[in-house]
């Protein structure tokens, strides 16, 4: 015998960061509620986060901090729900929290304290969570009809808070984007973002050879730039200004991005102020930089001299090789190792106040299965909870 088909107002599919704040404002407001997820898990990413205490937010959020074919998108959503508003929240459930460095918020305990505000908030507000519910088919005439592993549901409002590709080994699909094509909607190509590079063949021996050396640099790319950490891995590189510079990368293949492994000297105007010291090149420089770095990346400059008695062109050389590196990349890690993705479902479909599909009323997209991309640092979260509370309050 077939169950029968439930009525609800809305159901949302997706229990991490945006769906659980779309839920829980939806039943806020008095909605039948159910939040459907494909997997065991609540909140997963949130748990995992932060070296799982949560980069929840970050105090500069600006729409400057988001990448989006269109740059105005985030604007109203994030005005709507700021990053104060959520750390309201947090302070009201009584988790605390410390500021790490560039405005990045993190629980003093555990990322569990946030999914355990979210779940209070949606048994409070009589939301129904599902887990391990696959959804099946969705289609409309006058209401969401929803087929599930669980059963069939109708609603008037389908909120899709499905993420996008990375991290697969989490469950990670591409549901969201198949639906919104499935509804007419246009997909922005996806791209891993916030990712490790790996480097061209020609430059990973060396990079092997330094793996493990970090240090503080400017990466740049075009003219967008970030002054934070770089790690060399036997790979290529990572560390957070390495992962910035990732999402703004049009594709990885043949890219270059530059290194300024001493961002706060200028090396070539330093060099030409002590040309005339008797050290090797080498003993000045490991003053400056990693001692590894200096005997690996240098070994094809002239050793043998000391500076008063190299030419004005070889010190000038040393000085590029620190100041303006330059790297060929082949690859990045990939989804499995990107923290989110660029791309997804184009904004142009979207209402910016509400996130409804204009379309098709009664469908919301938010988080990242939307084409709206944060920095490193508590964006992302950011984004999800403002996108999410958006939809969850005009459903």
Known sequence: MMNPIESMDVIVIGAGAAGLMAAH????????????????KIGEKIRISGGGRCNFTNLGCTP???????????????????????????????????????????CDGSAKQIISMFLGL???????????????????????????????????????????????????????????????????????????????????????????????????????????????????????AILQISSYLPRFKGEQIKLDLLPHLDLREQMMLDRLSKQMPASYLKAHLPNRWVDHCLLQMAFEKSMTDMKKDQLLAIAARVNDFTVTLESSEGYAKAEVTVGGVDTRGLSSKTMEVLTVPGLFFVGEVVDVTGWLGGYNFQWAWSSGYAAGKAC
């Open 25 to 40: 404002m939806a039943g806020a407001r008095g909605k039948r509620v159910i939040l459907v997820e494909h997997t065991d």
């Open 64 to 106: 400057a901090n988001f990448i989006s074919q269109n740059a105005h998108f985030a604007k109203s959503a994030l005005a709507g729900f700021t990053q104060h508003d959520f750390i309201k929240m947090v302070e009201a459930h009584a988790i605390p929290y410390h500021e790490k460095t560039l405005g990045q918020l993190f």
């Open 122 to 240: 949606c048994e409070k507000n009589h939301v129904q969570i599902k887990r391990n519910c696959t959804v099946i088919h969705v289609t409309k005439k006058d209401v969401f009809c929803v087929e599930t592993s669980a059963g069939t549901y109708t609603c008037n409002s389908l909120i899709v808070a499905t993420g996008g590709l990375s991290i697969p080994q989490m469950g990670a699909t591409d549901f969201g984007y198949t639906l919104a094509k499935q509804f007419g909607l246009k997909i922005v190509p996806t791209r891993p973002a916030l990712v490790p590079l790996t480097v061209a063949p020609d430059q990973k021996n060396l990079f092997a050879a330094l793996s493990g050396v970090s240090l503080t640099a400017e990466v740049s790319y075009g003219k967008t730039a970030f002054k934070e950490g770089i790690l060399f891995t036997h790979r290529g590189l990572s560390g957070p």
